[in-house]
């Protein structure tokens, strides 16, 4: 597309029995989804709700679905997802609407918590810093997905959550398997126990949508396939 | 739910799909192939009838699409359980795609032995 232009753009308003409103935005170069959204609020409809924070693709704050897919809009362009100038932009699937695009989160991080995904100390780390290898198996495993930053994507992305509510996800997953390859953390098993129920990693059908669309290149997918051998291993040793 | 929704349209997404399809197709055949087999026991010349009855081009088709189902499947379960039990790859667009070539080379094969 040219400067000049206008885009059409559908967003969604109001709550789960909303609709579509459409609005007219000056296309310009380098222009993201943000900036679009941003222009309509401050310029079109001082009522439409959104959020965002950082704006350079660190908070995690501001995935929506465009044109079906959930992406961070601050980082996608318009030029890589208007379709003849037309964009659709919704708010993320499977969490519960508060207004317009604007979303609860709290489930998802809800999740984090039901899969125990936090650091559990131990007294050993009281005399010092932990000696942990950078090339070791499970420093690498660790580093893989340490870089989730929150946004929700691989949550909206993931047919699993919209089948079977209590799923964990694959975000709390991850994040579950990050620790149990810490070896300064002092409850691997309760890590795997907390994720081998029927919400669990065991849930996940490998569909690896949450792959397919995570805007740090991550693989939840990996994550939860690890989680997968861990727990059998673990079970056959008596450790669940 | 709508199958073709953007958010779906990745190899992957498809890999689960023709998975789950070829497994249906193989449960709704096997109870037929096991009546068809149950022929042979009162006497055999109901089950010789029926198998003259399937050398019709159309039925011999029909067979070929069976095969897919049944390589489909095959290629399919063993790609889940390299992903679930072998180390993690990258290259999982890869391995859908030679699953999905396995079936259709096995399906190439099949029908130029029928014809």
């Known amino acids: ?240 | 739910m709508n199958v073709l929704s953007a958010h779906r349209n990745h190899p992957t997404y498809w890999a689960f799909v023709l998975h789950r399809v070829s497994g249906l197709g193989l449960a709704l055949f096997l109870p037929i192939h096991l009546y068809v087999l149950s022929m042979a026991i009162d006497g055999g010349a109901r089950l010789d009838a029926f198998l003259d009855w399937t050398a019709q081009p159309m039925v011999k088709m029909a067979e070929v699409g069976l095969v897919v189902l049944l390589a489909l499947h095959m290629a399919g379960g063993l790609r889940l359980l390299a992903v679930e039990f072998l180390p993690w790859r990258d290259i999982q667009k890869t391995l859908a795609a030679v699953a999905g070539a396995f079936a259709f080379a096995v399906g190439v094969l099949y029908l130029l032995n029928v014809v």
């Open chain 1, 1 to 240: 597309m040219k400067a000049g232009k206008t885009l059409k753009v559908d967003i969604w308003r109001g709550g789960e029995d909303g609709y579509y409103q459409t609005f007219a935005v000056p296309y310009q170069t380098s222009q993201t989804i943000l900036d679009v959204v941003t222009y309509v609020q401050r310029k079109l409809d001082p009522t439409l709700s959104y959020r965002f924070s950082c704006r350079v693709g660190m908070c995690g704050s501001c995935a929506m679905t465009v044109n079906g897919r959930p992406r961070w809009t601050c980082r996608t362009h318009v030029d890589l997802v208007a379709e003849d100038g037309h964009i659709e932009i919704e708010p993320l699937r499977n969490f519960p609407l508060v207004k317009d695009l604007a979303v609860d989160m709290s489930v998802f991080f809800d999740k984090w918590r039901d899969a125990k995904a936090r650091f559990v100390p131990s007294e050993a780390d009281l005399d010092g810093f932990a000696n942990v290898d950078p090339a070791s198996r499970e420093r690498k495993e660790a580093s893989a997905g340490i870089e989730c930053i929150g946004c929700g994507i691989c949550y909206a992305a993931c047919d699993v959550v919209a089948w079977n509510p209590d799923y964990l996800g694959p975000a709390a997953l991850n994040r579950a398997w990050t620790l149990v390859n810490d070896v300064r953390d002092a409850d691997p098993n309760g890590h795997l126990k907390a994720v081998a129920g029927d919400a669990g990693c065991h849930a996940c059908h490998s569909q690896q949508g949450c792959t397919s669309h995570c805007p740090k290149s991550l693989s939840p997918t990996a994550s939860i396939a690890g989680l997968k051998r861990k727990t059998f291993a673990a079970l056959l040793k008596g450790g669940l």
